[in-house]
C-alpha cells in the first residue's frame, strides 16, 4: 500500500466499494470527468451497481449544479455501457471457447487488429 495516496493510507475503516461512492460522488461534482471516469470503473470493478453510481449522478444536481450533472451522466454512462460490453463480450467468448485450445490466441489475435475504442 505504500505506493497508495496519502488519503487512501490513513484508515482502513472504509472499505473499498464505499471509499469509491464517495469518491465517485466528489468527481462528479468537482466536474473532473476523466477522472470521475477512472474512478466509476473502479466503483464498479469493487461492486459498485449502474443504478446506484446514477443515483449518485442525480444526487450531484442537488449539489453542485446541472451542468456538472450532465457531464457526469455522460461520463459515467459511456463508461457503464462499455463496462457492461465488455461484460457481455467476455460471456460470449467463454461459451464460444468452452474446450477450445487455440481460443486465448484467437482473442489475442482479434484484440490486435482491432483499432482501440473499436
Known amino acids: ?17 464505499t471509499r469509491q461512492i464517495a469518491t465517485v460522488a466528489a ?7 476523466d477522472t470521475l471516469a477512472i ?3 473502479y466503483a464498479l470493478n469493487v461492486g459498485v451497481s449502474a443504478d446506484e453510481l446514477s443515483e449518485l449522478v442525480a444526487l450531484t444536481i442537488v449539489h453542485a449544479g446541472f451542468p456538472k450533472a450532465i457531464r457526469a451522466a455522460q461520463t459515467t454512462g459511456a463508461v457503464i455501457d462499455e463496462h457492461t460490453s465488455a461484460a ?3 460471456e460470449s467468448n467463454d461459451d464460444e471457447d468452452a ?3 487455440g481460443a486465448s490466441h484467437r482473442r489475442l489475435s482479434r ?4 483499432p482501440p475504442g473499436a
Not at 496519502?6 to 466499494?17: E, K, M, V
Not at 468527481?27 to 470527468?33: D, I
Not at 484484440?111 to 482491432?114: D, G, I, V
Open 1 to 17: 500500500m505504500s505506493g497508495d495516496p496519502p488519503a487512501y493510507r490513513r484508515s482502513q475503516c472504509l472499505d473499498d466499494r
Open 27 to 33: 468527481f462528479a461534482a468537482l466536474g473532473e470527468s
Open 39 to 41: 474512478h466509476t470503473r
Open 88 to 90: 457481455s463480450s467476455a
Open 99 to 101: 474446450g477450445d485450445v
Open 111 to 114: 484484440s490486435k487488429s482491432s
